[in-house]
């Protein structure tokens, strides 16, 4: 439960934002369409860079059956905590 509100939260922050840009997209002096081709290149260059580079240290959990980072072993673990 404690996810599915966190999911809803984000997505309504995320929603208020992209309305603020887009509020601004239409009524700074630049020509509209520049400002939204730059927010799809932007967008489009972020899913690539989360895909190309995040996806690569994700790996599925044995117990909870998520995506979760890899770890790198417990050992690894206690000698940077030391």
Sequence with gaps: MHDIVGLILRIVAFGATYYFLCEYIITC?????????????????????YL???CRY?????VCKQ???KSHGIERLIKFTR
Aim: aromatic share 10%; glycine share 4%; proline share 3%.
């Design 52 to 54: 190309l580079y995040k």
């Design 58 to 62: 994700l790996s599925k959990c044995e």
């Design 29 to 49: 002096t630049i020509p509209t369409w520049v400002g939204i081709v730059s927010i799809l290149l932007i967008m489009v260059t972020v899913s690539l860079f």
């Design 67 to 69: 995506n979760v980072l």
